[in-house]
C-alpha cells in the first residue's frame, strides 16, 4: 500500500496534525489509463483533498463525486490535489469514469488498508464510509470531516473554507 510500513488501522477517524499514512495504489483517471497513483506525490504538488466515497456509482457518492467535480477548476487554481478513494475495484472504477469522467483519479483501495489507516472504515457495511481529509504538503493531516453528508451544502461550505478555497 505504501513506500513505509503498512499503518495500522484506527478505529476512530484520522486527527488533526497527525502525519498522513502514505499510500501506493492504482486508480483510473478520467481517461481511463490506469495508473499506480503516490500520494507523497500529490503532496509534493499541494495540499491534498481525499474524498472517501462508499460505492461507485450510487446516487449518493455520485452527487457527492460529482459536487466536487463542479468545482473542481476552483480547486486546482487553489493549487489542491483531489483524490478519490474506496474499495471498489479497478473496473468499477473504470465503469464510473466512463459514465462521469470525474476530472480526479478514483483510487482503488480493495482490500481497505488506507481507509482503515485513516479511520473512514464502516465496519457494518464492510467499506469506507463517506469522509473528507485535507493533507497539508507538509504531510499533515490539516482537516477531517468524518461522516461527510453530500446533500447538506454546510459541509461543501466547512471544506472549502478549511481549504481557504471560495
Not at 505504501?2 to 483517471?29: C, H, N, Y
Not at 476530472?103 to 480493495?110: A, E, H, N
Not at 493533507?135 to 461522516?147: A, F, K, S
Request: glycine share 10%.
Amino acid at each position: 500500500m505504501s513506500d513505509a510500513p503498512a499503518p495500522t488501522p484506527r478505529d476512530q477517524p484520522i486527527g488533526v496534525g497527525e502525519p498522513a499514512p502514505l499510500f501506493v495504489l492504482p486508480a483510473i483517471p478520467n481517461d481511463g489509463d490506469q495508473f499506480d497513483a503516490r500520494l507523497a506525490d500529490y503532496l509534493e504538488r499541494g495540499r491534498t483533498l481525499l474524498i472517501f466515497y462508499q460505492d461507485d456509482g450510487m446516487p449518493v457518492c455520485t452527487r457527492e463525486l460529482n459536487a466536487f467535480a463542479q468545482e473542481y477548476p476552483l480547486l486546482e487554481r487553489a493549487g489542491v490535489q483531489v483524490l478519490a478513494v474506496n474499495t471498489n475495484g479497478l473496473g468499477s472504477h473504470r465503469k464510473f469514469q466512463e459514465r462521469d469522467n470525474v476530472p480526479f483519479p478514483l483510487i482503488s483501495d480493495f482490500y481497505g488498508d488506507a481507509v482503515k489507516a485513516y479511520g473512514m472504515w464502516d465496519p457494518d457495511e464492510g467499506k469506507s464510509n463517506r469522509g473528507v481529509v485535507i493533507i497539508g504538503t507538509d504531510g499533515r493531516i490539516e482537516y477531517v470531516l468524518p461522516h461527510f453528508n453530500p446533500g447538506a451544502i454546510a459541509s461543501f461550505t466547512e471544506i472549502f473554507a478549511a481549504l481557504g478555497v471560495g
